[in-house]
């Protein structure tokens, strides 16, 4: 009996660590065979499609359409949450049909977008005009942010037991 107590309880642990972000109706209309590299090379062949993308917030800003936020596509891990990686393979544009507060979802913060694409917008980037996917969210994931790993280096190059004096 004990062992399958603990067993249970483990088991309810590391499942309880892995509790999808996303609804599950809404993870039944995800298109698993299309990546992102396919929509961002073409992304009016896939109007209507539902996708999961992960990324890191460039920017957003409140339109009369609704929040409107710039992503920066990125791998994501096995939780969903966006690798820390130097590699995308693009942009995208990420429309809420409501209010997000900007100072929330603002430049840096991961997200993970479910959504309908919608097409494509064609807007400024610096000097160039870019080609953006267009996704009708419908869930949106704000991961919670990451601590900083602090490492302490020892001013002192010697270990205190190399002083036998310190000690009675």
């Not at 999808?20 to 929509?39: A, G, H």
């Not at 992304?43 to 957003?60: D, F, M």
């Not at 939780?79 to 693009?90: A, L, W, Y």
Request: aromatic share 12%; proline share 5%.
């Amino acid at each position: 009996m004990g062992k399958i107590s603990c067993s249970l309880i483990f088991f309810l642990l590391i499942s309880a660590g892995c509790t999808p972000f996303i609804s599950r109706d809404l993870r039944r209309e995800i298109s698993r065979d299309i990546t992102f590299r396919q929509v961002i090379n073409d992304p009016e062949a896939y109007t209507g499609k539902t996708v999961l993308i992960s990324g890191i917030i460039i920017g957003s800003k409140n339109t009369k359409e609704g929040t409107l936020i710039e992503i920066l596509q990125k791998q994501a891990d096995i939780e969903g949450r966006p690798k820390d990686v130097d590699n995308s393979d693009g942009r995208f544009l990420a429309l809420y049909d409501g209010y997000l507060d900007t100072a929330i979802y603002t430049q840096g913060r991961e997200v993970a977008v479910a959504g309908e694409i919608k097409g494509k917008r064609v807007l400024p980037l610096g000097e160039i005009d870019y080609t953006y996917p267009l996704i009708s969210i419908k869930e949106i994931h704000l991961f919670k942010v990451r601590k900083e790993e602090r490492y302490y280096i020892c001013p002192y190059p010697y270990r205190l037991w190399d002083y036998p004096y310190l000690y009675p």
